[in-house]
């Protein structure tokens, strides 16, 4: 159904009904003023062009009103969360009182632990996908380590099959079969960062329910990408960050979901500060804590308005294109870049991530044969922002969003030559 051609592309392009969003965000160009080829929003998303207005607005209030901004602003700083928490909702499929905007995702993965890692003498095992981000696997041997659990013993790896990259869920049903009865917790990655497969969330939860597990997934690389439907999955709890595809800036907040089965349980450990206490009483300064009901009551501090001001940017920029059309036009354009890598015909490269979309993002990683870093600076002179992961993966990401076919097809021209050269 694709056809390799410039001609082809830019035919996709003029029929593309979201393809005006690209003119909202800022696009980096190189010295002499041309527009690069980045395709590298699985790492750092782009800038839309409303975001400074929408941070403006925040420090012109601070500047005009000082602390009285909390209640007098255009939008109060006090219930300032609250304004993203609707779309956010919608983006990664759950209801509204699941979601809050708070910390970072590191952080929230360690509050979410310590409610829903509750290990006992004989439960007390954790699940991580051997390939996890290096961060997730460090949050969950350091709080191994916290209970007093030697990470050899306590972390298990969800491996893929010798010689494969991909993880089947076989292996974990096999891995539930034989360990199920120590396993407290599965947390897993819902598109892994580095093989850009997309697990299947609703049959992992159900499986570790099965067997009395606790399971949370990192939606780092899932969060705008693919739709999660997360309240459905029934997972616990889920994590993301928006600086990847939700656009929000370099370190921007992040985002945590608590299943409503969990709103008012009162028996779960808790990491509590003012943020998370009853918003009625919060500045009666009582000194009994009173969790909010929900994933608010999570909360700690109160959060950087500027920052959640780009978030507040970027999420009014989704619900304008629409989630749904931006996933179908993604699994489009991811489609004519499979297609484009295979048509290159060529020994060297092998893409790792799954060939069903339903088993991926917008995301490819492509290994490629005994090359180093090397490649990926030629490319990177050649005007194509990508990104390597070690040992030999090119990461490309085309996002909806801004993205064109246009980018794909010239990503794909510059691979050919630096591949010969
Ligand atoms: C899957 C995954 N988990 C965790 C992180 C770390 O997130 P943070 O630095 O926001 O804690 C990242 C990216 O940085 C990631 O891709
Ligand atoms: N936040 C960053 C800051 C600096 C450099 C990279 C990152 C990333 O997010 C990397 C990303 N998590 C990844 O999937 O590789």
Redesign the pocket.
């Known amino acids: 159904m694709f056809h390799n051609s410039l001609e082809y592309a830019k035919k996709q392009d003029a029929a593309d009904a979201l393809a005006s969003f690209r003119n909202k965000f800022h696009i980096p160009t190189n010295a002499n003023g041309q527009k690069i080829i980045y395709l590298c929003g699985n790492s750092l998303g782009l800038q839309p062009k409303i975001t400074s207005e929408y941070i403006n607005e925040e420090l012109n209030d601070w500047a005009n009103l000082g602390v009285e901004g909390h209640v007098e602003g255009k939008h109060p700083w006090l219930p300032y969360h609250e304004f993203l928490t609707e779309n956010m909702a919608k983006i990664v499929g759950a209801k509204p009182s699941e979601v809050v905007m708070m910390n970072?995702?590191?952080?929230n993965l360690h509050l979410m632990m310590v409610s829903f890692y509750q290990p006992t003498k004989t439960k007390y095992k954790i699940v991580v996908e051997s390939d996890a981000?290096p961060?997730?696997k460090y949050a969950v041997e350091s709080q191994l380590k916290f209970h007093g659990i030697d990470p050899k013993e306590g972390l298990i790896l969800w491996k893929p099959r010798k010689g494969k990259e991909l993880c089947r869920f076989e292996d974990l049903e096999e891995i539930m079969q034989t360990h199920g009865s120590e396993i407290a917790l599965l947390m897993i990655?819902s598109t892994n960062?580095y093989t850009g497969q997309s697990f299947p969330l609703k049959k992992i939860t159900e499986l570790g329910h099965k067997y009395g597990c606790m399971v949370g997934f990192?939606l780092?690389?899932g969060a705008g990408n693919i739709q999660p439907n997360l309240h459905e999955t029934g997972a616990d709890f889920a994590v993301w960050?928006t600086y990847k595809y939700l656009n929000s800036g370099p370190g921007s907040l992040?985002g945590c979901f608590v299943h409503e089965r969990h709103a008012h349980n009162e028996n779960l450990n808790r990491f509590a500060g003012w943020w998370g206490h009853n918003k009625k009483t919060r500045f009666n300064m009582r000194h009994e804590f009173d969790a909010l009901p929900g994933a608010e009551g999570w909360q700690l501090s109160n959060p950087p308005i500027l920052s959640m001001a780009a978030i507040r940017a970027s999420l009014d920029t989704f619900a304008e294109a629409g989630f749904e059309n931006l996933r179908k036009k993604s699994e489009k354009l991811t489609g004519f870049l499979e297609f484009l890598l295979d048509e290159m015909k060529n020994d060297s490269i092998n893409v790792i991530t799954p060939r069903n979309p339903e088993e991926r993002g917008c995301q490819l990683s492509i290994q490629v044969k005994n090359a180093d870093k090397n490649l990926h600076t030629k490319l990177t002179e050649a005007g194509v922002i990508s990104d390597w992961r070690e040992p030999d993966v090119i990461r490309v990401a085309p996002a909806p969003l801004y993205n064109s076919f246009e980018d794909v097809f010239r990503f794909s021209e510059k691979l050919k030559e630096v591949l010969k050269s």
Do not use: V
Request: charged content about 15%; aromatic content about 14%.
């Open positions: 970072t995702l590191t952080t981000f961060s997730d990655g960062y990192d780092a690389h960050c992040g």
